[in-house]
């Protein structure tokens, strides 16, 4: 047979075996040790990542109704905001501010049945959206020039209609999973 390396010592030795990779009883007993751990290291890594797989499931299992719609919320309004980067402000027309918000024509806290209605949410400045109450005034002025008169005559309507909306975690789930698909598809 060829020599070979030994994997412990590095000595040069001439195996007795095909599959022989140390050079002797010592360096054997040490390849041992050193291959025992290393399975022992997987075993406790893919343990690790099971419990923070674990820990993250019971996380999302505590959060309340609230966070989840404000967590969609958050990210819905990043796609607005991405969706309309090129548009000025809904409501005064400005088109440089210092922060731009996801404005809700139908306000998100009144009329639950529309936060995630894209129709209903547009680029606005912060002077606007936190300041000026949405400025809903001229809020609907642009909302008229952008989406016409029809549309916003049927977005008020829907508004009244699901006023009240509990979004269940499936759908609050699929909204979620949408937006992020749709803001990939926007980033790219």
Request: one cysteine or more; glycine letters at 6%; a positive charge.
């Amino acid at each position: 047979m060829k020599p070979k390396t030994c994997k412990i010592c590095k000595a040069v030795f001439t195996p007795i075996r095909a599959l022989q990779m140390v050079c002797g009883a010592k360096c054997g007993i040490e390849y041992g040790v050193r291959q025992t751990a290393k399975r022992l290291d997987k075993k406790v890594s893919e343990l690790k990542s099971e419990l923070r797989a674990e820990k993250r499931e019971a996380k999302e299992k505590l959060k309340t109704y609230s966070q989840r719609v404000n967590e969609v919320k958050v990210i819905f309004q990043r796609y607005i905001r991405m969706r309309d980067a090129k548009l000025p402000c809904i409501s005064c027309g400005v088109t440089s501010a210092s922060v731009w918000d996801g404005s809700h024509y139908k306000k998100a806290e009144v009329y639950s049945g529309v936060i995630f209605n894209e129709d209903n949410v547009h680029k606005s400045c912060g002077k606007c959206n936190r300041y000026l109450g949405g400025n809903e005034l001229n809020y609907r002025v642009g909302l008229i020039a952008k989406i016409g008169n029809e549309r916003v005559l049927q977005l008020e309507q829907l508004a009244e209609e699901t006023r009240v909306k509990k979004y269940s975690e499936l759908e609050l789930l699929e909204i979620k999973t949408r937006y992020k698909n749709k803001l990939k598809g926007l980033i790219q």
